[in-house]
């Protein structure tokens, strides 16, 4: 059983940063996929990022790609996902996400997603 516990979300300006992060227990994130999610009030959950349990490569949604990066460290067990030049449409709760079986197609549609974090609330001021 994977558990992942968020943190680092909050209040910030426009334009300003902010790093979330995502502490996995049960297993080595290295064997898992992991995502972020944004969800909006009254909107579905968005994919925002992946980063691949095979050779890392990484996947971003459009309205972000430039401005997020994420990453992992192995030695932490940890997924982040580094916000900068945020937007007040970045705005919601963001979820961290792990699966193991996933195939690329799969990665950027939330039903697919295995296991889940409790959400952090990032809040943009414009």
């Known amino acids: 059983q994977v558990q992942l516990v968020e943190s680092g979300g909050g209040l910030v300006q426009a334009g300003g940063s902010l790093r979330l992060s995502c502490a996995v227990s049960?297993?080595?994130?290295?064997?898992?996929?992991m995502a972020w999610f944004r969800q909006a009030p009254g909107q579905e959950r968005d994919f925002v990022a992946a980063i691949r349990r095979n050779g890392g490569n990484t996947y971003y949604a459009d309205r972000v790609r430039g401005r997020f990066t994420i990453s992992r460290d192995s030695d932490k067990n940890t997924v982040y996902l580094q916000m900068n030049m945020l937007k007040s449409e970045d705005t919601g709760v963001y979820y961290c996400a792990a699966d193991s079986t996933l195939i690329l197609s799969s990665l950027r549609n939330s039903v697919n997603w295995e296991y889940w974090g409790q959400g952090n609330q990032v809040t943009v001021s414009s």
């Open positions: 049960g297993r080595s994130v290295r064997n898992y996929d």
